[in-house]
């Protein structure tokens, strides 16, 4: 008695098990490299911006030139932070989706 599996299988693949044979890796999205490339030119630029108001004093708008300095830094910050909380998800997914591989052979 021969089982279902065990038979041969003639039909051709559809076009999302090609897929899902040809990429085993979760991409990383789009998104996170363009944070993770945008982040640092945010943190440079806001620690210069910020750096540039010690050495004269507070001048007329030095305290504004400041607040502005420290407001790109921190945006750079959160590029960063986002970026790489975005590289965790998809490592944790491609685990998942590791684990899941490996019970189905």
Not at 6 to 32: I, Y
């Amino acid at each position: 008695m021969t089982t279902p599996s065990a038979a041969h299988d003639d039909r051709t693949p559809s076009g999302a098990e090609v897929a899902v044979e040809s990429s085993p890796r979760v991409r990383l999205p789009g998104v996170a490299t363009a944070l993770l490339t945008i982040a640092p030119v945010f943190l440079f630029f806001g620690a210069v911006h910020f750096m540039a108001t010690g050495p004269r004093g507070y001048l007329d708008n030095a305290q504004n030139q400041a607040v502005v300095g420290l407001v790109i830094f921190g945006v750079g910050v959160g590029f960063l932070l986002a970026g790489l909380v975005l590289v965790g998800v998809r490592a944790i997914a491609q685990q998942q989706l590791d684990l899941l591989r490996g019970e189905r052979r």
